[in-house]
């Protein structure tokens, strides 16, 4: 039988190799080992997404191989769900972030780089799309009430709208229930300061971090 | 006392920066180029003319006599009469004014006409009304005339367009299908440019500009490049200029190749050789300007990148310099002591052959 740090390097190696299968195999290969789940995933499936983040982040690997890592991490994962139950160490969902294009901009490509990154991190995202207006902005978070709520603009034109989202949310009486977090080419951290925005995430590795930072 | 120079931040905050500051500044600039195009840094010659161009001290500058390059335009046509937030000043006025404006008063070495909607896809309803606009425009003007737009191949996706959008599978994590969108979606986008442009060169176009090619990714670009293949197949002859919608051409699909190269994280240099085997006559690289960064990080940055673009290419290389790239603040109206310093630095250091 293979030893416990050798089912642990077929897990990361399933995630570089963004192989589901092996992914599976390891993990039954761990439960019959009585390694435990946690550290299958901390030390074998997220350590190997995070070589792909990395890899990602560099250029030299791309969207659909992010996705395809996380694919396989969740076939890995599938398998331990049970044992993990059991244990109770359930994986619970990281948060809610509601994320959409600011009103007046139809920008979306880096917007749905930063959500699909987001789901892949492990917090339910909720995409309200491109061109969404501040009111519906407010309204659904009045009705979902997530965790962050993200607004993306790509403008100088469209940032400026930024500043209505952070009033809104003070006239709903709802801004102190949840994190704005502010991105996309024009806006920086001086900006997200001056209107008051949480969070300014630069690419989507930084948004995720920077979520995770403030959610856990 | 120290004297401190008068910048900008990427988003045109005007700041103060000392002398010392500054070299920090365009040597860390060049080397994150130099490290993420796997590219050599600018030299110390380099590095100190550019610090010399950023201390001027008139508000404007210029290149030196003899070493003028030429300028092109892409939609300038519509940069007098529109204002959509990118830089037009909304005078209203004709296509062809617009065009004659930047020929005779302007200096503008070579024109392009372009339909507001920009994008090849809406032209085709309307094509008999841009070859009426090129016709006239010909008749009463004598630079070069492109018709340009952007291949956009986002307009070809849900709900724009017939194909499933890569964006909504890739988040189902339907990867072969979004594969499969992006591909068809490619060939719409070159036939469509192919049957836009034979309307127009028969009106009297002097070439064709692919404007912000790869915008929606790597398909973008592959459906761009076989356009382009097929064009100068068809036209021997006519003038054909791409010029790229980022520094980096994102990987939406991936494994996309053109002639033996994956198209995804190509830089600037490595994309000079791929446009000019399609059949290009200039090219127009791009380096993004990031707001959160000095004016003279940025410029130090974006000419590394032209300069082994510049060099890497056997056609003329006409740098994209404009709101938000080449080393140009993003703002609507580009602040000038930015814009000379950095078209200067593009000139005289990247060595770009236009502008
Ligand atoms: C692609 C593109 C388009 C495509 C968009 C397709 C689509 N579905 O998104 C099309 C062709 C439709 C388009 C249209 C227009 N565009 Co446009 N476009 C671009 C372009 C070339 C690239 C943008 C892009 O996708 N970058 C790649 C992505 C991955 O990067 P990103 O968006 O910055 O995202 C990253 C980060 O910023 C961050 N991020 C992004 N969002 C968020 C959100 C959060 C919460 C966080 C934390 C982080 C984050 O993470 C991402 C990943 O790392 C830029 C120029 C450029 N090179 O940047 C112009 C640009 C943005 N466009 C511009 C303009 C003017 C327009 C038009 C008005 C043009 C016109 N005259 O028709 C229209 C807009 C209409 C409208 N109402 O919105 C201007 C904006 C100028 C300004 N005032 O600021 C630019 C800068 C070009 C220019 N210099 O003139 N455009």
Redesign the pocket.
Known sequence: MASKEEIIAKAQESITEFDADMAGEAAKEALAADIDPVELIEKGFTAGMQIVGEKFEQGSLFLPHVLAAAEAMNSGINVIKPEMEKRKSKTESKGIVM?G?IE????????D??SSMLSIGGFDVIDLG??VAVSTFVEKVKEMKPDVV???A?????MVTQIQLEEQLKEAGIRDQVKT???????TQDWADQIGAD?????????VN?VKEVLL | MAIDYALRMGDGKKIFLSKDQLLEEIEAGSADAADLGEIPSLSGDELAKLSEILMMPGKTVSVEQGMEVPVTHD?GTLRID?D????GVGIPSSRLVGCMMHERAFGSDTMELGH????YKPVKPVVANECQAMEVCQQNMIVPMLYGA?P?M?LYYTPDGPFENPGDLMKAFKIQEAWESMEHAAEHLTRDTVWVMQRLFASGADGINFD?TG??GDADMYGTLHAIEALRKEFPNIYIEAGM??ECV?GMNGQLEYDGKTLAGLWPHEQAPLIEKAGENVFGP?C?TNTSKTSAWNLARAVTFMKAAVKASNIPCHVDM????GGIP?L?TPPIDAVTRASKAMVEIAGVDGI
């Not at chain 1, 977090?181 to 806006?187: D, E, L, N, V, Y």
């Not at chain 2, 507001?116 to 994008?119: A, F, H, L, R, W």
């Open positions: 994320i294009t007046g901009d139809i920008h979306s490509i880096g917007k780089i930063v491109r061109d993200a607004s993306s790509l403008m100088t034109t469209t977090m502010i991105g996309g080419a024009p806006c969070i300014y995430g630069e690419s989507a590795t930084d948004a920077k | 939609i529109g959509q937030g990118n830089s507001i909607d920009y994008s952007m956009n986002g912000t915008a929606a919608a980022g994102l791009v993004n404009g709101m938000g790239v993003m609507e």
